[in-house]
């Protein structure tokens, strides 16, 4: 009995430690992406200045994997890889432009990659409180595979899920890639075609299966 609470108040002590590292490592990203919105540059809408401002974020924070900014009618105006285009029918634009309001998403899969990002995404206003754009980041959550592997070793081992119960940093990366759920039980796959390529939908959102 007293060896049994021993390890439950060490992991109990593990598990708060972690979830320290977690909440700070989304609460930094989020508040790096909220100065990045409040920038003159970037509240103006200066476009010439727009992606040197991203730029030089990305330089210095190596764990975003995209930043963009787009107008109030979705076009994009500045991202830091990739063309520019039409965002207007993007589940997270069309959501800041309804509710005016920020918010930090569920995980999901990169386009270009089998990593699982979380996306950032909050409205801009201008000196006068006008709405003029949205912001968005993605953060690669690979990093907290990092801080859970320093938890790891042997038989003990750490892993964490996000709000919906799928599972975006463990030591099996099988489980990470496939985006298993905790809650549902399922894993969700991306779609590929013969040559291997994700397929996507006519908005340019990938296909994925159950």
């Given at each position: 009995?007293?060896?049994?609470?021993?390890?439950?108040?060490?992991?109990?002590?593990l598990v708060n430690s972690l979830a320290d590292?977690?909440?700070?490592?989304?609460?930094?990203?989020?508040?790096?992406?909220?100065?990045?919105?409040?920038?003159?540059?970037?509240?103006?809408?200066?476009?010439?200045?727009?992606k040197k401002v991203l730029l030089d974020?990305?330089?210095?924070?190596?764990?975003?994997?995209?930043?963009?900014?787009?107008?109030?009618d979705g076009m994009q105006t500045a991202r830091t890889s990739g063309e520019l285009g039409d965002r207007s029918n993007r589940w997270w634009f069309i959501e800041v432009l309804d509710k005016k309001s920020s918010f930090v998403s569920k995980s999901?899969?990169?386009?270009?990659?089998?990593?699982?990002?979380?996306?950032i995404a909050m409205p801009i206003y201008d000196e006068q409180n006008q709405f003029t754009g949205v912001m968005g980041a993605d953060i690669k959550l690979d990093v907290l595979q990092e801080i859970i592997d320093r938890y790891s070793e042997?038989?003990?081992?750490?892993?964490?899920i996000d709000g919906e119960g799928v599972v975006i940093a463990h030591p099996d990366e099988t489980q990470v890639a496939e985006l298993y759920n905790?809650?549902?039980?399922?894993?969700?796959?991306?779609?590929?075609?013969?040559?291997?390529?994700?397929?996507?939908d006519a908005n340019g959102n990938q296909i994925t299966e159950e």
């Open positions: 009995e007293n060896l049994l609470k021993e390890i439950q108040e060490n992991n109990t002590i590292q977690v909440e700070a490592f989304i609460q930094k990203g989020y508040g790096i992406t909220e100065q990045i919105a409040l920038n003159n540059d970037v509240k103006r809408m200066d476009v010439a200045n727009q974020v990305i330089e210095r924070h190596p764990y975003f994997e995209l930043l963009y900014i787009q107008g109030t999901y899969h990169t386009l270009s990659g089998n990593i699982p990002v979380t996306t042997g038989s003990k081992y750490a892993f964490v905790y809650k549902t039980m399922k894993k969700t796959v991306l779609k590929k075609d013969e040559a291997g390529n994700v397929i996507q």
